[in-house]
Structure formats: C-alpha cells, structure tokens
C-alpha cells in the first residue's frame, strides 16, 4: 500500500500549495510540471494494477477549459466533479486554477485537465492562451442570471477565434436549484446552442444535478473516443431539472 499512501500525500499537498498561492497572490501555474507530476503518479499505481486498465490503450490527455463571468459556478462544477462536494461559502477563482481526473469510458482511458478560469475583468487578457491549446470550451452561465447568458457569445466569440472549429464547445446553464428565479429558459439556451453548433445542457452543481452526464457526454465527444460521430456538434443533453430533487435555499447557489 506505499504508492496509496504516497499518492494520498502528493494529493494533500498539492491541494495545500494551490490554497496557500490562491490567497497569497495571483500565480501563473505551470500546466507541464502537474501534468509531469500527475502522469507520474498515474503510471506508478496504473503498474500496481494488473487488472486494471492496459497499456495497448495509452492514457489521452485532454485540456477542458471552464469560462464564463463570475459567481456562475464554474469552480463549483468542478468541485463537484472532482470530489462530489459544494462548498455554501462563495470564493471568487483568483487568476487560473488546474485540477486533473482520469475519466474510464468502456474499453478507454481518459485524463481530463480541468482549467478553471477567474471571471473577473483583471484577468481577461491571460485567458487566450489557455483556450488556445484546448480541446474542450465549457462556457457556463446562471440560469438565473440574463445577463450572465447574453455574455456567453462572447466568451464563445473569443474560443471561435483561438480555435476555429477545432474545438468542442458546451454551453452550461448551471443552478437549476433556483429555478424559480430563472430568467433564462431551457429553449433559449437550446436555441442558443443549435444557432452556434454547440452541445448543452443544465446544470446544478449545488445539488449534483447532470453534473457527472456533462461530463461523461465531453468524454464520448473527444477525438478519437469511440462512437464520436454521434457525438458531435449539436448535440442536446438531458436537460430536464427534476423537481422532486430536494431544495436546499440557504447560502450561495453555484
């Protein structure tokens, strides 16, 4: 059990060194050393498991960058993601923060880099060199807020012209929880989204709600998955929030 209780050390103090740099101050993170950290980690418990996993299929990388304007949860999509977790207190993302999960998809294997990016307009112009090397947009808005969804062609905008057609763009309405202060129906972003070749869906990451769908539907639309031409642009996710989920109305809704 060493390489556990190593991988398990490497975690902790991963996750210490980003809150300590995040509230000290703005730091530019360096995508190849945690890739070279992360991958190292991955290769040395993928070789402790003979029945996990082969390597005639060798781990794909892919760069999924999160944008959006601030407060719509982008953080929070991630954090429920990563450990099924939501955090009620509401932190703004100083500068970039990176976050890595190995994604299993029958016979393939995945690791999804997760960029989350701040929404403020101080760190606007650091944001095209993240999309430019992305293989996956993810541009999210709140629900509740029009505004939020209004600047999403911009965002959008901004991807098109770092990336041409050779991404994969999906637009997220996150906080279905508060769907009775929705301003943004589900046809206008369904609409939205046909009108600009991108895949969809509704999200909660308060309660969980199509969280782990949004990703699993990216991990199918990467290049080279199986199955990925029926994946591609246009393609509408399940989007019905289920109201007998229950409601929990107390702090912030991300």
């Not at 991963?14 to 703005?26: A, P």
């Not at 999804?112 to 993810?138: K, N």
């Not at 965002?155 to 041409?164: A, F, S, T």
């Not at 989204?193 to 199509?210: D, Q, V």
Request: aromatic residues 10%.
């Amino acid at each position: 059990y060493q390489h556990h209780l190593i991988l398990l050390w490497a975690s902790i103090q991963k996750r210490r060194i980003l809150f300590i740099l995040n509230r000290k101050f703005f730091v530019f993170y360096s995508g190849e050393l945690w890739n070279s950290i992360l991958l190292g980690f991955h290769h040395s418990e993928m070789a402790s498991q003979s029945t996990v996993g082969s390597y005639s299929n060798p781990l794909k990388k892919f760069k999924l960058v999160f944008l959006g304007e601030q407060s719509v949860g982008k953080t929070s999509l991630i954090t429920r993601f990563m450990y099924d977790s939501f955090d009620n207190t509401y932190q703004a993302t100083i500068g970039i923060d990176f976050l890595s999960k190995t994604m299993y998809l029958e016979d393939r294997t995945v690791r999804l880099q997760l960029w989350d990016t701040a929404g403020q307009e101080r760190f606007r112009s650091l944001i095209p060199s993240y999309i430019r090397d992305s293989s996956v947009a993810v541009v999210v808005y709140d629900i509740s807020n029009a505004k939020s969804f209004q600047n999403t062609r911009k965002w959008v905008d901004d991807v098109r012209g770092e990336r041409g057609s050779d991404v994969i763009i999906v637009l997220v309405g996150n906080k279905t929880d508060l769907n009775d202060k929705r301003e943004v129906t589900t046809a206008q972003g369904e609409e939205e989204a046909k009108k600009n070749g991108l895949m969809f869906i509704e999200t909660s990451a308060k309660l969980g709600h199509n969280v782990k769908q949004l990703f699993r539907r990216i991990a199918q639309a990467l290049p080279g998955m199986e199955g990925d031409a029926s994946q591609g642009e246009n393609q509408m996710i399940d989007v019905n929030f289920n109201a007998s989920q229950p409601a929990n109305n107390d702090g912030c809704a991300c």
